[in-house]
């Protein structure tokens, strides 16, 4: 079986680094946070950027000058790694996202593949937070393939059911983009559940052979189905984005301890983990040369 390519989720966007000290926010977390991965086996490091004011780090940010800092600050402390950018925002307005694209010119960018409306719902059965559309109609799912082309970024297909992966395809048959790159997100209350008899049939409906991984959202519940993923083939992907649990359900301190288990699933099935060279050849996404021509374009 193949190498497996693990991919580490920094620190998404969603948690307040106030409740919740481990999630690296500053550039220099960031970057010391993707070291550890790097160590643990992490060739990919998949990045939100947060706002740097002092008190502000639980909401994100789109200026590119935070973009550049935390992107370069990655690749100098881990040298080769492949950085796999952001984009998701709710409402027409783009503009942030694309400026840091063309800012950091990332090997590769997430683009979410479709709309979701976006629900959880508290003990009570009251909603955790007011029911939103996370809208992604196709003229925008468009206008961000176009300017991943630009910057020369990959799409990763963010995918939260089964239309959407289908969806995909048609994107590629349409023309609206060249190459397809999976990721089934798993775990949110108004998407697909973590499961893993559902991940399975999913790999009937991407693109050909098109590479892929999952992101799954939870506790301890997770851990199976990454399980799972490794023994099909696919990449894998864990974070403090995604979840603050490690297998046996002690807290994690820190996303190198996530990816040290992450790891360990992709040995359980008998695969080698790829570095990041590896992964470039895998991925076909060019030599570290590349990965050094774009740290000079960001600076």
Known sequence: MSKAILT??????????????????????????????SDAGASIMH?????????????PSWEPDVAAE?????RSACPGVIINQTTG????????????LKRTRPEIAACNAGSLNYLKLRADKQWAWPPLLF????????????????????????????GIVRSVGLYIENGMAETAQYNFVMGVASGMPVDGDL??????????DAPWQTTLIGRTEIWPVHQRAADLGGMLRTGLEDTFYLPGGQKAVSNGALIEALAQCARNAGREIASPQDARIMLHLGGASHAEDRTAVAS
């Open 8 to 37: 580490c989720a920094l620190n998404g966007v969603l948690t307040d680094p106030r409740q919740h000290p481990m999630v690296p926010v500053s550039p220099q977390q960031m970057a010391q946070s993707a070291r550890e991965a």
């Open 89 to 100: 925002v709710i409402g027409t307005d783009i503009s942030g996202p694309v400026a840091c």
């Open 199 to 208: 991940l399975a049939l999913l790999l009937k409906y991407r693109h050909k």
């Open 47 to 59: 990045i939100h950027f947060r706002c740097q004011a002092p008190g502000m780090a639980h909401l």
């Open 135 to 162: 809208d992604n109609p196709v003229t925008k799912v468009k206008a961000f393939l176009d300017a991943m082309a630009e910057s020369g970024s990959r799409p990763e297909f963010e995918c939260f059911d089964v």
């Open 70 to 74: 935390a992107v370069n600050a990655i």
